[in-house]
T-cell receptor
Framework: AQSVTQLDSHVSVSEGTPVLLRCNYS??????LFWYVQHPNKGLQLLLK??????LVKGINGFEAEFKKSETSFHLTKPSAHMSDAAEYFC??????????FGAGTTVTVRA | DAGVTQSPTHLIKTRGQHVTLRCSPI?????VSWYQQVLGQGPQFIFQ???????GRGNFPDRFSARQFPNYSSELNVNALLLGDSALYLC???????????????FGPGTRLLVL
């Protein structure tokens, strides 16, 4: 069965410093992976997705993620955090044609 | 263009009651998926509908049901509410619901249900 594990439940960074959110996946074949962000009282927004093309995926708002098959990881990074990046982030794997499976989420706080 | 809309935004019910949540997909999208997000957890898949037919169901009891209308809007119904049904219920729409073909699911803001 496919699943994702987010290794950090909470990450705190200073504004202007790098952000790293860690995600490991388990899959019997090449997965489709996503990162979604959820701001308070707003819907989930797709940041980026990996679908077996380039292993380094660039998303919106300066985020990117690298698919590493040897490490079964799909970590999300951003070079410089902004206050508006404070939110909940979910690593997601496609289970079948129509079903997504979400990780438990990582809460990001940004210190001024 | 309007995104996915859901109503109501908040709802308070008591145990044993019934609730209906509504979702309007993005114009042109024919597929609607429902997810339950309990506080502190990631969303869990409940249903997907495409062209008014149920395409898939997650591990939820029969108290949960849904339907999709000719205009592609959808309702999620929950009977005999339990305290554990308290959650944020999210609706997502996509063109045909086929993530395998790299479709993106667009999520609404959700309906927050509190069961007392």
């Amino acid at each position: 069965a496919q699943s994702v594990t987010q290794l950090d439940s909470h990450v705190s960074v200073s504004e202007g410093t790098p952000v790293l959110l860690r995600c490991n996946y388990s899959s019997s074949y090449s997965p489709s992976l996503f990162w979604y962000v959820q701001h308070p009282n707003k819907g989930l927004q797709l940041l980026l997705k990996y679908t077996s093309a380039a292993t380094l995926v660039k998303g919106i708002n300066g985020f990117e993620a690298e698919f590493k098959k040897s490490e079964t990881s799909f970590h999300l990074t951003k070079p410089s955090a902004h206050m508006s990046d404070a939110a909940e982030y979910f690593c997601v794997v496609r289970l079948n044609d129509y079903k997504l499976s979400f990780g438990a989420g990582t809460t990001v706080t940004v210190r001024a | 263009d309007a995104g996915v809309t859901q109503s109501p935004t908040h709802l308070i019910k008591t145990r044993g009651q019934h609730v209906t949540l509504r979702c309007s997909p993005i114009s042109g999208h024919k597929s609607v998926s429902w997810y339950q997000q309990v506080l502190g957890q990631g969303p869990q898949f409940i249903f997907q509908y495409y062209e008014k037919e149920e395409r898939g169901r997650g591990n939820f009891p029969d108290r949960f049901s849904a339907r999709q209308f000719p205009n592609y809007s959808s309702e999620l119904n929950v009977n005999a509410l339990l305290l554990g049904d308290s959650a944020l219920y999210l609706c997502a729409s996509s063109l045909a619901g086929l993530i395998r073909f790299q479709e993106t699911q667009y999520f609404g803001p959700g309906t927050r249900l509190l069961v007392l």
